[in-house]
């Protein structure tokens, strides 16, 4: 299955197609009726490298998203998900899925897109598959082998944590993004 923009990808992800994910919604009207209290990350799904905001506090979510209307996006496109634990990173990054396959990760406590600024670390062919492996749960692993079947040639964003979460038991492993876009 081709995953072919950032609409469709968080489509797919928030009805549980990548396995196992944080809490997400899907609007701000939603966030606010689901009477969620924690820190917040929110999403411009427009367009690649859009808008993201990290950690942001339940006081302060409608503020910014509507500093992003005013700068000209459809808050129609805006997605909001628990954040995630960045402390309890043990590695993430961006794994093509191709017959010799890339891992871009890194092992920085950070929000990804630093991290991989940062430090950057690359891995080729069997140690990608081995250091996502390792680092994951079996439980983890398998979900994440169904997705390697179903997506040759995506890339699959990941996130490895040192413990359980998300909404599936037994999973210490996020998969955010699957695209060939």
């Keep these: 299955m081709r995953v072919r923009n950032k609409l469709e990808n968080y489509r797919l992800w928030t009805s549980g197609a990548f396995g196992n994910r944080l ?3 899907r609007s701000v009207e939603e966030w606010r009726e689901g009477g969620f209290a924690g820190v917040v990350s929110v999403r411009y799904l427009g367009v690649g490298g859009g ?3 990290y950690g942001v506090p339940k006081g302060e979510v409608e503020d910014l998203i509507g500093s992003w209307r005013r700068s000209g996006f459809d808050p129609a496109l805006v997605m909001l998900n628990e954040s995630a634990p960045d402390e309890s990173i043990v590695l993430q990054g961006e ?3 191709d017959p010799v396959p890339h ?3 890194s092992t920085s406590k950070a929000r990804m897109r630093d991290a991989l600024r940062l430090e950057p670390q690359v891995l080729r062919g069997y140690a990608a598959r081995l250091a996502l492996e390792s ?3 079996p439980s983890s692993w398998a979900d994440f082998e169904v997705l390697l079947e179903t997506h040759p040639g995506h890339v699959l964003e990941v996130s490895v944590y040192s413990r ?3 909404d599936v038991p037994g999973r210490n492993a996020l998969v955010w993004e699957v695209r060939s876009y």
């Design 103 to 105: 891992l871009l990760f």
């Design 164 to 166: 359980t979460l998300g």
């Design 23 to 25: 809490r997400a919604w």
């Design 51 to 53: 808008p993201c905001a």
């Design 95 to 97: 794994y093509l899925n």
């Design 135 to 137: 680092a994951m749960s």
